[in-house]
């Protein structure tokens, strides 16, 4: 048996642009249906979204038969929950909150099997190697590693050079949200000077020869993003589509309803 070819990892590479979809509802059967509609890349996540190890773990088997690429996102850069990810045949990680070099460093370490990183060995029970039947996986695995670090604070943007430099990166995610937070602008991820500064970092993304990234739902925004060198776009967010659907079809019956629960209900 083959082990499974990171295709997202080699689009970024070649420098293609890769298109997806945020997935915050923990569930399967919307994770299925969400990767029948041809997205590149599928972002599972644990951070915002309801996710444990056993929900990502069935939200991959959901969406391996089709076409797009899981990513994961843990809710931190924990080393030990990092190999259980791996373990379930996890490829691409993003991983929140990046601040460091140092940060980054330990990050490449811990999705590599020494003598290249801290990567426990133990791929035999695992989903990864499909229990032992892919022969080599342990000495395979490094190479299809795909390592994103989200860069979403003023402490991370500060740093980006020397996050840039550290080998074993392959992409750096800008989280517009928590960055416009950091710089005084909290609910304010399109301010001018937050669109300017994750252009700007995209730029250097991009001349530091790495992947940039961003989650933004404006088309005319993200073309900016693009131009300014972003390689992968999360273009929505599976719950908030089904948000603005669901309260579309109300108010085509229920012109004056307002969206709310059950008075008393939490």
């Not at 099997?113 to 000495?139: D, F, K, Q, T």
């Not at 979403?152 to 992409?171: F, S």
């Not at 088309?219 to 659907?245: C, E, M, P, Q, S």
Request: proline share 4%; with cysteine; charged share 15%.
């Amino acid at each position: 048996m083959q082990i499974p070819f990171n295709q997202f990892k080699a689009a970024l590479r070649a420098g293609r642009n890769q298109f997806g979809l945020w997935l915050g509802l923990g569930e399967s059967f919307s994770a299925e249906i969400c990767a029948g509609a041809g997205f590149d890349w599928l972002l599972i996540d644990a951070e915002h979204g309801p996710n444990d190890l056993r929900s990502i773990l069935a939200q991959l088997q959901a969406v391996a038969p089709y076409a797009s690429q899981a990513v994961v996102r843990p809710p931190q850069g924990d080393h030990v929950l990092i190999k259980q990810l791996l373990e379930t045949g996890v490829q691409t990680l993003l991983i929140p909150m990046v601040e460091s070099a140092a940060q980054a460093r330990g990050l490449v370490g811990a999705m590599r099997y020494p003598p290249a990183g801290i990567r426990g060995v133990g791929s035999a029970l695992a989903r990864a190697s499909r229990w032992g039947r892919i022969e080599n996986y342990a000495h395979l695995a490094n190479e299809q590693m795909c390592l994103l670090v989200q860069v979403e604070t003023r402490a991370g943007y500060e740093q980006l050079d020397d996050i840039l430099a550290v080998e074993g990166i392959d992409g750096v995610f800008f989280g517009s949200a928590d960055l416009a937070a950091s710089y005084g602008y909290l609910g304010q991820s399109t301010h001018p000077e937050i669109v300017a500064a994750i252009e700007n970092g995209l730029q250097r993304t991009r001349a530091a020869g790495l992947a940039g990234g961003v989650l933004c739902s404006d088309k005319a925004l993200n073309d900016r993003y693009i131009a300014a060198g972003a390689r992968f776009v999360a273009v929505g967010v599976d719950a908030l589509l089904l948000t603005a659907a669901t309260t579309a079809l109300c108010r085509i019956y229920k012109p004056d309803s307002t969206a709310g629960g059950v008075p008393g209900s939490y």
